[in-house]
């Protein structure tokens, strides 16, 4: 079969991660048992990019690898599902970013202890630029920001959709947010802007730094959308039964950047988001469940997830 053209590029950070299931989360000088225990690939551009290829769609990773066993763990997780990797560069004498993830069984809540590795940044000359410039979209998530900040460009540049994960608020993100269309970020990122306000009241903030569209996302309690058209809405999350919440947000990214790429309403883009994380909910790590599309569209048409419009502010 012929290899399907790049459709979107993700620039951004990739990890393994280490996750464990316990009954309870324990207290501070405790010994707990692992019920479970899973090692798989992680990172907010990595796992979205994953759930693109589940739905069928094409696309590249753009980042950096250490040269040890993670490293080489990282690039087959991908390569596996069938994201291209030419451009994850390997850097023989770091260290790959790995987290020890603990997640609550019964609950699904998990705790994240991350370690970022020695990896440097990309820099602006090591970015696939012709691949930029001839996709559809650019996910990143803020780091290695200097490269970021010259893929963003390349990308508005060229008519390049740009998609950001905002995960946590990190220095010089500022530069990077007026070159980002679609901003669909945690609560934690929310929270940073509008210290002890619902989370949905950052949206005008975040809609000023220029966006079509943002979204703030809130677990279990769903989401909450603003468009630069003025139309605010609520999705409520799906129920499901949780057993890990782990990349829940990368998944919706991905569900959001194919709804994208469909050019549904911001509406039918968010449930759909909202669909897949949920289905990736439903097993232990961040990529065991991501759905299919049939999958998907099973949990649609069962009807659950509600948007409620909002009136603006
Ligand atoms: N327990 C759950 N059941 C169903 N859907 C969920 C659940 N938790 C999260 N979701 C869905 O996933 C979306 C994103 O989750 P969340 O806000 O926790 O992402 P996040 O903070 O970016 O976390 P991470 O990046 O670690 O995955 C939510 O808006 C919701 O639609
Ligand atoms: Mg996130």
Redesign the pocket.
């Known amino acids: 079969m012929a290899k399907q053209a790049i459709t979107v590029v993700g620039l951004g950070q990739c990890s393994i991660d280490i996750l464990g299931g316990l009954t309870q989360y324990p207290p501070v000088d405790s010994k707990c048992d692992l019920d479970t225990v899973l090692i798989q690939g992680g990172g ?1 551009v990595a796992t979205a990019l994953v759930t693109l290829a589940r739905l069928g769609v094409a696309s590249a990773f753009v980042g950096r690898i250490g040269g040890d066993d993670f490293g080489r763990r990282i690039g087959r997780g991908l390569e596996d599902e069938g994201v291209d990797c030419r451009h994850l560069l390997v850097d023989d004498a770091a260290g790959s970013q790995f987290a020890f993830i603990a997640v609550e069984q019964g609950s ?1 809540h ?1 705790t ?1 202890f991350c370690h970022r590795g020695s990896c440097r940044p990309l820099s602006v000359e090591e970015l696939p630029t012709e691949l930029i410039r001839s996709s559809r979209l650019l996910h990143l998530d803020g780091s290695h920001l200097d490269a970021a900040l010259a893929a963003a460009r390349q990308a508005k540049g060229n008519g390049v959709i740009t998609v950001l ?1 905002g ?1 946590s608020w990190r220095p010089g993100i500022e530069e990077l947010l007026p070159l980002i269309d679609h901003l669909v970020v ?3 990122f929310a929270e940073h802007l509008l210290p002890g306000r619902p989370v949905r009241e950052a949206l005008p903030l975040l809609l000023a730094y220029g966006c079509r569209a943002a979204t703030v ?7 909450h959308t603003l468009s630069r058209a003025g139309k605010g809405f609520h ?1 409520s ?4 039964k ?1 057993v890990d ?8 990214h991905g569900g959001y950047l194919y709804g994208l790429l469909q050019n549904w309403s911001l509406r039918r883009t968010v449930r759909f ?2 669909a897949c ?2 289905i ?2 439903t097993a232990l790590g ?1 990529r065991t469940a991501i759905p299919t599309l049939t999958e998907v569209e099973a949990l649609l048409a069962a009807g659950e997830g509600n948007t409620r419009l909002f009136r603006c502010w």
């Open positions: 907010p699904g998990r994240i994960d995960g945690s609560a934690r996302t809130d677990g279990e309690a769903g989401s999705q999350a799906f129920a499901v949780s919440t782990t990349g829940c947000g990368d998944v919706f988001a909202a994380a949920a990736k909910a961040g």
